[in-house]
């Protein structure tokens, strides 16, 4: 048992030794449309070197340089012809990136100076939309006097996946909601009086970039002002009014 250890541990040894940066793995992270260089860290193809990429799962093999031909196997269906392969240093090029792109890129290098293998996990990650502030004016009328009334919002934006939503007063965030996995609708309400004079945001961000809608509380903030509409005259009540003064004048010409 012992001996069969000692042989592990001078065969990993010995593995380190040939193949040099042996399972490095490197995270990349991407915007959905962008392009994205993989680099190999060859700085000039030699004739004899075999440099490799394959992608996903099944290791499916994308693409080669060996003896300075470059092949790429990729068929049109998951990458059409966004791929290249830059020849003199061997670094794969994807271009007009697409989520399915997402996923464990090996690269192979075989060479008369040494071998290595490299892993690049890819993440692209979809464009945001910029979040929607809009008020929710079923709260207005449960208050009873207007002045103490609170101006009740929400924040919301559709099919986002990886995301967080947050409040922010000036620069201190308020509240936040985060997804992890695709979801139909996000929503963050917020609560604020009519007169305040702070600046709100709502913004949605991923890892990699994000989105900002401002508030503007003098536009949305708008309730019905609920202790006057007793004493207020309704449009349709004044047309009645005029219309039957009207006929009467009408009735008193003929
Ligand atoms: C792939 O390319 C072939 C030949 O160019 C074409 O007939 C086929 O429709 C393409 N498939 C897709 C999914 O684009
Ligand atoms: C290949 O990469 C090198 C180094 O980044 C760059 O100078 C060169 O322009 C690239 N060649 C092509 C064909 O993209
Ligand atoms: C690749 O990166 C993603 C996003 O950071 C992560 O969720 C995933 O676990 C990583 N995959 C591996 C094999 O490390
Ligand atoms: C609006 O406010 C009501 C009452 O608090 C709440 O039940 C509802 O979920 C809110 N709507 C949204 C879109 O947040
Ligand atoms: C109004 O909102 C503020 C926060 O903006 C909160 O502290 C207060 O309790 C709210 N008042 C009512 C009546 O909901
Ligand atoms: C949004 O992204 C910009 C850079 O694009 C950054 O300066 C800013 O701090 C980010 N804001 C938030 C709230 O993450």
Redesign the pocket.
């Known amino acids: 048992m012992l001996t069969y250890k000692c042989c592990l541990i001078l065969l990993f040894i010995c593995v380190e030794g040939v193949f040099g940066d042996t399972d490095v793995m490197k995270s990349v992270s991407v915007t959905e449309g962008d392009s994205v260089t993989l680099n190999t860290a060859v700085t000039e193809v030699q004739r004899d070197d075999q440099i490799l990429w394959m992608f996903g799962p099944k290791e499916t093999r994308i693409a080669e340089i060996y003896k300075h031909v470059t092949d790429m196997f990729s068929s049109n269906e998951t990458f059409g012809n966004r791929l290249q392969l830059n020849s003199s240093t061997g670094s794969l090029i994807i271009r007009n990136l697409r989520s399915t792109d997402s996923g464990l890129y090996k690269l192979q290098i075989r060479s008369n100076r040494g071998n290595s293998d490299k892993t690049f996990n890819v993440t692209v990650y979809a464009h945001l939309p910029v979040p929607v502030i809009s008020s929710n004016s079923s709260q207005c009328s449960s208050s009873s006097s207007s002045s103490q009334q609170n101006c009740s919002l929400v924040c919301s934006v559709l099919n986002v996946g990886h995301v967080t939503l947050s409040w922010?007063k000036g620069n201190s965030l308020l509240s936040s909601i985060s997804v992890s996995d695709l979801s139909i609708s996000l929503s963050l309400p917020l609560e604020v009086e009519y007169q305040d004079k702070n600046t709100y945001s709502c913004?949605l961000?991923n890892p990699i970039?994000?989105q900002t809608q401002h508030l503007d509380i003098r536009e949305l903030c708008i309730c019905p002002d609920l202790s006057s509409s007793s004493r207020s005259v309704t449009p349709s009540v004044i047309y009645a009014v005029v219309g039957v003064a009207a006929v009467a004048r009408l009735l008193r010409q003929i």
């Open positions: 922010y913004v961000n970039s994000n």
